[in-house]
């Protein structure tokens, strides 16, 4: 079964770039839609967005401004880019794959275990 | 963008009965190809999320059959049959069918 697992700093200054990759333990990289999804301390899950067919991308609205996913098919891996981040930004963030097609492109099934990115200086 | 609102927000139950999770949507999930595009995840103690239903009513690989999901447009259900000390954590239902996928404020499960 396909395992993810994200990685990248664990801190970060306000203003500056979030950046986290999710390395994909199989060669389905190529294939399925792969997601960013975050959760703030004690809070809810917002999804961020997802990339797909090598290169199309989808976020959510309220981060589109500030939100780059770019796909490394070479090194089994997607990345998340966010930019002049600020506390608000404070949450564990994982990686996940879609189900399947497009039918299911929002059903998130695995997911990585999740890694907590805190915004301070 | 679409709200999910649950309901409860807790919800102790005894080992072996029956528990229920409702999840209302502010617009119709139902597309036009049939399929009502709902999600239900379970976040265990310390773990990250995990598929439990998708498209309301088809369970994930691996999710025991006391786990079933139902609905209509905008009303939707989880029910468990029979509550297992193993299915504690806080259970989210999402709508998948708008972009962005809204998750619903969850439901934390205990054991009496």
């Known amino acids: 079964q396909v395992q993810l697992q994200e990685s990248g700093p664990g801190l970060v200054k306000p203003s500056e770039t979030l950046s986290l990759t999710c390395s994909v333990s199989?060669?389905?990289?190529?294939?399925?839609?792969w997601n960013w999804i975050r959760q703030p301390p004690g809070k809810g899950l917002e999804w961020i967005g997802y990339?797909?067919?090598?290169?199309?991308?989808n976020y959510n609205p309220s981060l589109k401004s500030r939100v780059t996913i770019s796909l490394d098919t070479s090194k089994n891996q997607f990345s998340l880019k966010l930019s002049s981040v600020t506390a608000a930004d404070t949450a564990v963030y994982y990686c996940?794959?879609?189900?399947?097609?497009?039918?299911?492109?929002?059903?998130?099934?695995?997911w990585g275990q999740g890694t907590l990115v805190t915004v301070s200086s | 963008d679409i709200v999910m609102t649950q309901s409860p927000l807790s919800l102790p139950v005894t080992p072996g009965e029956p528990a229920s999770i409702s999840c209302r949507s502010s617009?119709?999930?139902?597309?036009?190809?049939?399929?009502?595009?709902v999600d239900w995840y379970l976040q265990k103690p310390g773990q990250s999320p995990q598929l439990l239903i998708f498209?309301?009513?088809n369970r994930a690989s691996g999710v025991p059959d006391r786990f079933s999901g139902s609905g209509s447009g905008t009303d939707f259900t989880l029910k468990i049959s029979r509550v297992e000390a193993e299915d504690v954590g806080v259970y989210y239902c999402?709508?998948?069918?708008?972009?962005?996928?809204?998750f619903g404020q969850g439901t934390r499960l205990e054991i009496k």
């Open positions: 990339i797909y067919d090598r290169g199309s991308t």
């Open positions: 498209l309301a009513s």
């Open positions: 999402m709508q998948a069918l708008h972009t962005p996928p809204i």
């Open positions: 996940a794959r879609a189900l399947g097609d497009i039918l299911t492109a929002y059903s998130f099934d695995p």
């Open positions: 199989d060669g389905s990289i190529s294939t399925y839609y």
């Open positions: 617009q119709s999930l139902l597309h036009g190809n049939g399929y009502k595009y």
